[in-house]
């Protein structure tokens, strides 16, 4: 079975300082990593995913991720946090073998403070 | 484009009535699914498709029914709602391997 840990329910950084939120997944196969935000009452929005090929990904936002393969984790990072990037952040797992099915990490909530 | 759009916004139901939220995107996306938030829990997976004709379970399907006969539409039934079932929804879509675009939600209470 597929798995996601989000060992953090919440970060706190200070504006312009650097962030990381972190993810490691268990999967079977290759997997499919993605990164989602959601602010208050709204859906989630797609940040950024990994695929294939090179381990930094770059996404929406200033935001990218490291992936790595040995230590099976895919954090989400960004150089200079701004206050507007507080909100929920998801990390979720595709197994392609497995088709359309999906698995989200419980979410870490990123508190930037000015 | 719409995207994905989800009707009701909120609801409320009496334990044991029955509802249908609905579902559809305008992507083409044969991808499908039905998530619930609650709060400390991230999203848990109620059903998906693969697929016009095609679906499956996830984690937590008991007390929900779906079906999807057109690529577009992917309604949730509930059958007969119960408390536990006071959560957000929402539906999202995807095309193979791609990220997922969600709906803006369902809030349901059940009282």
């Known amino acids: 079975a597929q798995s996601v840990a989000q060992p953090e329910d919440q970060v706190n950084v200070a504006e312009g300082n650097p962030l990381t939120v972190k993810c490691t997944y268990s999967?079977?196969?290759?997997?499919?990593l993605f990164w989602y935000v959601q602010y208050p009452n709204r859906g989630l929005q797609f940040l950024l995913k990994y695929i294939t090929g090179d381990n930094l990904v770059k996404g929406s936002y200033g935001f990218e991720a490291e992936f790595n393969k040995s230590q099976t984790s895919f954090h989400l990072k960004k150089p200079s946090a701004l206050v507007s990037d507080s909100a929920l952040y998801f990390c979720a797992v595709r197994d392609p073998a497995r088709g359309g099915k999906s698995t989200f990490g419980d979410g870490t909530t990123l508190t930037v403070k000015p | 484009n719409a995207g994905v759009t989800q009707t009701p916004k909120f609801q409320v139901l009496k334990t044991g009535q029955s509802m249908t939220l609905q579902c559809a995107q305008d992507m083409n996306h044969e991808y499908m699914s039905w998530y619930r938030q609650d709060p400390g829990m991230g999203l848990r997976l109620i059903h998906y498709?693969?697929?016009?004709?095609?679906?499956d379970q996830g984690e937590v399907p008991n007390g929900y029914n779906v079906s999807r006969s057109t690529t577009e539409d992917f309604p949730l039934r509930l059958l007969s709602a119960a408390p536990s079932q006071t959560s957000v929804y929402f539906c999202?879509?995807?095309?193979?391997?791609?990220?997922?675009?969600f709906g803006p939600g369902t809030r349901l209470t059940v009282l």
């Open positions: 999967v079977s196969g290759n997997p499919y």
């Open positions: 498709s693969v697929g016009a004709g095609i679906t």
């Open positions: 999202a879509s995807s095309s193979a391997g791609n990220e997922q675009f």
